[in-house]
């Protein structure tokens, strides 16, 4: 640094690094030289290695901090401190049930259940998969206890877009509340869809059965 190293190279590795690696004083160096937790993954790094403190530092100085994606870092690592951290910053994203689920963090699965209570075909899919895989007792039983929400009622146009083919289903979160419905149709179908609601001003993400 005293030789004018950019502390932000290479997409920031060095502050994701240091955040990986939970190192605080490092992170902390970084940043007082003009290191933009921003840039590169440096709060999910640290979300998924469980480092609480730099996680809270690194909430404090990122302006507009990307919390879904550190959400679903430590829940897939089962870091219940964390992912209650990043809920109360409002991240929400609708993977996280699942991949802690898949990876037995009963915890993590609870306090994202009590914050985001699923719907009840979510929740049902959820538990097939996890019946099929086997050794999940313990969060099939939490999840089997789990008061969802009702069924998603269906969009007429969406109604119009789930008939226009039978290839996959696909997951589309809808709006910033995470509103999130199923839909079982051709690719370009579901693309003719996400296009419509982005031309009505609806932020929109598509996951389906390959992802």
Known sequence: LQHGADVNA?????????????????????????????????????????????????????????VNKALVAAALSGH????????????????AVSLAARRDHVEVVSLLLQHRPMHREDRDRLLRRLEADGDHDEVCRLLAQHDPLPRHELHPCMQWISSLG??????????????????????????LLLLLLLLWGTPCYLANEDT
């Open 10 to 66: 290479e997409s920031g590795r060095a502050l994701s690094c240091a955040a990986q690696q939970g190192h605080e004083a490092v992170v902390s160096l970084l940043l007082q030289h003009g290191a933009q937790p921003h840039v590169g993954a440096a709060l999910g790094e640290a979300a998924r290695g469980g480092h609480q403190a730099l996680v809270s530092l690194l909430l404090q100085q990122c302006a507009q901090p990307d």
């Open 166 to 191: 039978t290839t996959r289903t696909h997951a589309i979160t809808i709006g910033s509340c995470g509103w999130l419905a199923i839909v079982r149709s051709g690719y370009n179908a579901v693309l």
């Open 80 to 95: 219940t401190v964390v992912v209650s951290m990043l809920l109360q910053h409002g991240a929400a994203h609708h993977s």
